[in-house]
């Protein structure tokens, strides 16, 4: 029998494991799963109004992620090769730059894609422009309104840009557009702000107002109101610029034609004395493009009556005349001296001063002159003033001591010393309208100025500095006319009647004027004035305005009083 004998060969361990593996791969079946990697996503927002709620990224139409507008998002273990990626949630204000949704591949190293977005603005503008031609172009332009809203001043020939507006369509209007002007199209209109614009700031509507002006003239009517009682028949005379002229009823209109656009001057004239203007005259009228109006409104009192004394006949007698001056007519007639004259309230009497018994008295009589009767009899009395009702008559007595202020009831009863102040001078009393006060001359603190009191004498004080006399209360109870020579020469002045402020200076002549009476309505004073050569009645209107010479006759006129009626 054959033995076969094997020769066995160490071999080391390092090889054998080689050779273990090698054998291994190749024979084996291998374990191992597919290749995979993760993928990357960023967002990179850009511009105006960027969303902040960020977006979605979805990989392949299956799996997604919010992503911030400025951030990242990881997707892992995805099968290596291509893959679909898409953001989506993108405000509409905002687009993605380049391909969406988009290819990515991703190996086994992983993969990445940036998603590029740029976010225009949710605004615009609207840019407003406008271009005027013509005449007459206003200087001032116009006011521009979007939405409703005033947006502030734009030129005749300007661009206005208002920005920070909603995408969409606006409202927008050219106001203060002179009448002369006009607006070509629509005003107002619609302008849209674009929403599609790449500009980051948002698009820009743009319009243009086209304006026209033609050459500015206007009309004006003047009107005249007149109310009252003896109104001139004769009418008015409107003057405009001091050029042009035409005559107006006393209620009536006249118009003025192709006027230049702008401020003219408009006087009203030939007003009679009895008569006046409210309001300023002249004055001035703003005439615009087309139609204008301006009305002037006239009050005329009665001219009632004026009495007065005068020396014309040799001796000083009592006159009585219109208040215009006519008709005058001699009311005494004897060789006495009757003078300072004043009328009562009514107007059906007239008290004066009168030395026919020898002294100076206090007399009444009707207002033609007859039923002449006494009312006081001791002393020397003189400058009787009525009370507003015809109650009571102010008067001053002259003693051996000075002058002092009386009243007394009007038929002489019951005569009272108001003043009683023997150191001084107290004189030309006047009563207030409401007749709860006195006006009257005093030189108690040592220079002659005018003071009030009450009713009854109580309660004195001075309402000027300076020296002063021959008081009288407008019949409106706010204003006192006085003489005063602080000008250097005697003339009216007037002030409030409550205060003594505002004294005003309305004659300002070298001559001299004194003895003030007001109107019925206190739109005149009367006075005298040796302005002419010699002493005459004048009248003016309350402002000091429109003189006028009433009397012009030999010797002098004094004291004048207006019926109140």
């Known amino acids: 029998m054959r033995t076969t004998r094997r020769h066995l060969r160490w071999v080391p361990p390092i090889a054998l494991g080689i050779a273990l593996v090698l054998v291994t791969g190749c024979g084996g079946d291998d374990s191992s799963g597919p290749a995979l990697g993760n993928l990357v996503i960023t967002t990179i927002s850009t511009g105006a109004d960027i969303d902040g709620d960020g977006y979605t990224v979805t990989v392949d139409n299956t799996l997604s992620q919010n992503i911030s507008a400025n951030g990242s998002a990881t997707f892992t273990n995805l099968a290596t090769g291509d893959h679909s990626v898409e953001l989506s949630g993108l405000a509409d204000n905002c687009s993605v730059d380049g391909t969406n949704p988009r290819t990515v591949n991703v190996s086994n190293s992983g993969g990445s894609s940036t998603f590029n977005v740029v976010c225009n603005s949710l605004t615009g503008n609207v840019e407003s422009i406008t271009a005027t031609t013509g005449v007459s172009i206003d200087p001032n332009g116009y006011t521009l309104e979007i939405d409703g809203n005033t947006e502030g001043p734009i030129g005749v020939n300007d661009t206005v840009t208002v920005d920070d507006l909603d995408v969409g369509d606006h409202t927008v209007e050219l106001l203060d557009v002179a009448p002369n002007c006009t607006v070509s199209g629509n005003n107002p209109r619609t302008v849209t702000v674009p929403d599609d614009v790449p500009d980051p700031n948002g698009g820009t509507g743009s319009t243009t107002f086209a304006v026209n002006c033609v050459q500015a003239l206007g009309n004006l009517v003047i009107w005249t109101e007149t109310t009252g009682i003896d109104l001139d028949p004769d ?89 215009d001056g006519g008709n005058p007519s001699r009311l005494t007639n004897n060789a006495a001296v009757d003078r300072m004259p004043v009328f009562s309230g009514d107007g059906t009497q007239i008290a004066f001063s009168s030395n026919r018994d020898g002294q100076d008295d206090i007399w009444v009589m009707n207002r033609n002159g007859t039923g002449v009767t006494q009312l006081t009899s001791t002393f020397n009395n003189i400058e009787p003033a009525w009370s507003w009702d015809g109650s009571r008559i102010l008067f001053t007595q002259i003693r051996s001591g000075g002058y002092d202020v009386f009243v007394m009831n009007a038929n002489g009863s019951n005569p009272t010393n108001l003043t009683q102040d023997a150191s001084s001078r107290d004189d030309q009393a006047e009563w207030s309208p409401d007749g709860t006060e006195i006006v009257f001359r005093s030189n108690r603190d040592g220079g002659f100025g005018v003071w009030v009191m009450n009713a009854d004498g109580s309660n004195p004080r001075k309402l000027t500095n300076g020296t002063a006399g021959n008081p009288t209360w407008s019949p409106d109870g706010t204003k006192i006319a006085f003489v005063s020579d602080r000008s250097g020469n005697l003339d009216i002045w007037v002030m409030d009647a409550a205060t003594g402020a505002n004294q005003v200076n309305l004659t300002q002549d070298p001559a001299s004027d004194g003895e003030p009476a007001w109107s019925p309505t206190g739109s005149q004073i009367v006075f005298w004035s040796n302005r002419s050569g010699s002493e005459d009645i004048w009248t003016m209107k309350a402002d000091g305005s429109d003189l006028q010479r009433l009397t012009d006759a030999s010797g002098t006129d004094k004291w004048p009083s207006w019926s109140r009626q």
């Open 235 to 323: 009418g008015y005379t409107v003057t405009v610029d001091g050029s042009t002229n035409q005559n107006v009823a006393t209620n009536g209109n006249v118009t003025f034609t192709n006027l230049d656009v702008g401020i003219h001057s408009v006087e009203l004239t030939g007003i009679a004395a009895n008569c006046s203007v409210s309001g300023a005259n002249p004055r001035n009228v703003d005439v615009a493009f087309g139609a204008n109006a301006d009305t002037f409104q006239i009050a005329c009192e009665t001219t009632g009556s004026i009495v007065f004394d005068s020396d014309g006949p040799g001796n000083r007698e009592i006159y009585i005349m219109d208040g």
